[in-house]
């Protein structure tokens, strides 16, 4: 029996400098992310924004693990981390990061976490 995870580790390139360091905006990102891979969030995401940047860091702890994000609004780009302890299928980051924040490129890696 092959039991274990999965780890997303993903960049998001040319995204908009404004939305990269807008809460609001961040949440909507992450609601999306839930929503999409069929997360079940703890409670609120906390958040921290950076005075001299904007940038922001999150996370939202989930029955599944976390969801984790930092922002770089100085240059335009978004490092997100999300970790689930039972194996899914790929979400279309792509998509969202596109149509949340207007990223213009998306890495996205996929890590198989087995546990045995």
Partial sequence: MNVGGVEWVIEAKGCA???LSDKATLER???AIVVACDLHPIGKS???QFPNTGGITGVSLLRESHLAC???PEYGSLCLNIFCCRPRPD???DTI????LGATGVQVRRIDRPYA
């Fill in 29 to 31: 990102c992450f609601d």
């Fill in 91 to 93: 979400a279309d980051f």
């Fill in 70 to 72: 930092h922002t770089f």
């Fill in 17 to 19: 400098p404004l939305a």
């Fill in 46 to 48: 906390s958040w921290h």
């Fill in 97 to 100: 990061l596109k149509n949340v």
